[in-house]
């Protein structure tokens, strides 16, 4: 695809985004949308799935650790057709499968998700079973910066250094909010980089909301032999609608009628210039 | 059907079976992986990990890892046994079992090791007198405490074969066999040992023995005892438990566990449910932090021994 397609299609993504959140009346919307651009680029450029694939061992695995963003990896399911998308206007509503995190028993989910602080060390065992088995699938997930100080994290880091899995490539999208306020005022984890490195990952940094630079930190994996990969991705929270970028209320905040018609229309605008 | 009670002299713990079974299956089987924490000592695996070092992972001591990482290698199809003693195991991975275990439907086998109060005088935090209690509130997760070396054996090759997670408990104290080892084993079917109209004495796990050697003091006091081995807790054998409690006057369970929320609170619940109104007893550990100790001295301590359970009986069925 080319940049100017991936652009559209996050433009697209986000809008679907808010409008089953706002079917829903529930949802991640800024982790949601910060984090579009990387599933973007992981499933429209990197991964090796597909609803034709996913019950090969072969396949690559991605798992979402952050799991309460369920709503972009929906949008993005959906639209690599692994379910109809209509699916998606029962999120949330009473006995449908479409909770508000990551479920098997939607196709294309890996792992059930939503605690935080267990994709990572999940991974670790996808990985190390790649390697057993001489397979040359990679193993994928996604973290939010405000899930990094779950231990389980790091002792999953160590083990992925010491099996040396550069099959494996995690993900951080650094949005810099979480909940309460800025994951600096909450729990600093800075440096990332240098507390990663020290662990023994590779390391690279890249601007989480830009598609093109998502497009070659993913081509250079591994970024180096024999060492597992993390890409510190610099986002936005709530990315792509101005009143909700950098917002602590839209962390789970619902757009109402009149909100999401602004949203629809900035994007719509968004999508003009791209298509231009 | 009479049994004769053997001396511990000669058997080995049912954590050595586990061990000495899984290698066995798994020098045949490539995708039998044992998970380790810094425990393949306390777990009996030094010598699969010489034997067999592409088929054991080491994560350190790292519980909640340990887990996470079994769950992944058993979505790859590996069949993954987690090893780890059950005090640690059952706590501080609680939530790994619950999602990445149970919740996604990974079928690993988790195994504690050097369960209930096996290490004695080393106190409550290598304890672990709850995993009964917090495992049964987890769906999908099928929970077996095997009493004697026939019973690990079987339970291990059930394990590996298993579609859905298992939790395997074991202790260190040499088990004897229970049986001439005939009879069928199957997950959810509880192993009745000998029979006897007057009581059932329904135990689990290293508790099954005391309980055999206490139906053997009451035999000679004119009291006829059904003991079970009731391995497994979930599913539970409510077949088995209807037919007790129809046929003996009273019953009474015994388990290395908190009386809170174990087997004995499993058959109570069953039973009340069901309508029966029997003489009933949960004998375990109360609800303290234990005497300090060794595991026997302990036990004894609290009557889960030849003479206390066989003194709970005679006050039951006054």
Same mark, same amino acid.
């Given at each position: 695809m080319t940049t100017t397609d991936l652009a559209i299609k996050s433009i697209q993504y986000r809008k679907k985004i808010l409008k089953y959140i706002l079917g829903a009346k529930a949802g991640h919307t800024g982790g949601s949308l910060s984090a579009t651009d990387i599933l973007n680029v992981l499933y429209n450029e990197v991964l090796n799935v597909s609803p034709g694939n996913f019950t090969s061992p072969d396949r690559d695995r991605y798992v979402q650790s952050k799991g309460h963003c369920v709503e972009a990896l929906y949008v993005v399911l959906a639209d690599k057709g692994f379910f109809p998308e209509t699916d998606l206007e029962t999120l949330c509503k009473y006995q449908s499968h479409y909770i508000g995190h990551p479920t098997r028993k939607i196709k294309g989910v890996e792992q059930n998700t939503g605690a935080l602080g267990h994709g990572l060390p999940i991974c670790v065992g996808m990985a190390i079973a790649g390697k057993k088995d001489k397979k040359d699938y990679r193993v994928f997930t996604l973290m939010g910066d405000g899930e990094l100080p779950e231990g389980s994290n790091w002792e999953a880091a160590l083990s992925a250094a010491h099996y040396k899995l550069d099959n494996l490539c995690a993900i951080v999208d650094k949005n810099g909010m979480q909940i309460t306020a800025t994951t600096s005022q909450v729990m600093n984890t800075d440096p990332l980089d240098e507390k990663w490195k020290a662990f023994g990952w590779a390391v690279r940094e890249v601007d989480g909301n830009d598609v093109a630079a998502l497009k070659d930190a993913f081509a250079a994996l591994p970024f180096e032999k024999g060492k597992p990969s993390l890409i510190i991705a610099k986002t936005v929270k709530g990315k792509g609608v101005s009143f909700m970028e950098n917002q602590l209320k839209w962390h789970h905040g619902v757009p109402n009628a009149e909100q999401y018609e602004q949203a629809q229309k900035e994007l719509d605008e968004k999508m003009k210039q791209v298509e231009s | 059907m009479a049994v004769e009670v053997k001396s511990d002299l000669g058997y080995k713990p049912n954590q050595d079976i586990f061990s000495e079974t899984l290698q066995r299956l798994a020098a045949n089987d490539r995708q039998i992986i044992a998970v380790t924490s810094d425990s393949r000592g306390s777990g009996k695996l030094v010598k699969f990990g010489q034997e067999?070092?592409?088929?054991?992972?080491?994560?350190? @001591?790292? =519980?909640?890892?340990? $887990?996470?990482?079994? #769950?992944?290698?058993?979505?790859c199809d590996k069949k993954v046994f987690a090893v780890s003693p059950a005090c640690f195991l059952t706590a501080r991975s609680l939530e790994q079992i619950k999602n990445d275990i149970c919740y996604s439907n990974n079928p690993a086998t988790v195994v504690g090791i050097s369960a209930g109060v096996s290490y004695g005088a080393l106190g409550s935090t290598h304890h672990s007198l709850h995993d009964f209690a917090v495992l049964r509130a987890i769906n999908n997760i099928i929970i077996v405490v095997p009493a004697d070396n026939y019973e690990t054996e079987k339970a291990t090759e059930l394990a590996a074969a298993s579609q859905i997670p298992v939790y395997l408990r074991f202790g260190k104290k040499p088990m004897p066999?229970?049986?001439?080892?005939?009879?069928?084993?199957?997950?959810?079917?509880?192993?009745? @040992?000998? =029979?006897?109209?007057? $009581?059932?004495?329904? #135990?689990?796990?290293?508790?099954?023995y005391p309980a055999l050697q206490a139906a053997a003091q009451l035999k000679e006091a004119g009291i006829n005892a059904t003991v079970v081995s009731m391995h497994t807790i979930k599913p539970l054998d409510t077949v088995l438990l209807s037919r007790l409690a129809d046929q003996c006057k009273a019953i009474i369970t015994?388990?290395?566990?908190?009386?809170?929320?174990?087997?004995?609170?499993a058959c109570a619940s069953f039973l009340l449910q069901?309508?029966?109104?029997?003489?009933?007893?949960?004998?375990?550990?109360?609800?303290?932090y234990t005497v300090t100790g060794s595991q026997v001295e302990i036990l004894n301590h609290y009557g889960i021994s030849e003479a206390g359970i066989a003194e709970e009986v005679r006050e039951l069925l006054k």
């Open positions: - | 067999l070092p592409d088929q054991i992972v080491e994560v350190g @001591i790292a =519980e909640q890892n340990l $887990v996470g990482v079994a #769950a992944g290698l058993a979505s066999y229970l049986t001439d080892q005939k009879e069928e084993f199957v997950f959810g079917k509880g192993r009745v @040992i000998t =029979e006897g109209d007057d $009581v059932a004495i329904i #135990a689990n796990g290293e508790t099954v015994v388990e290395e566990h908190s009386v809170n929320g174990g087997l004995g609170e069901q309508g029966y109104a029997k003489k009933f007893k949960i004998m375990g550990i109360p609800d303290e």
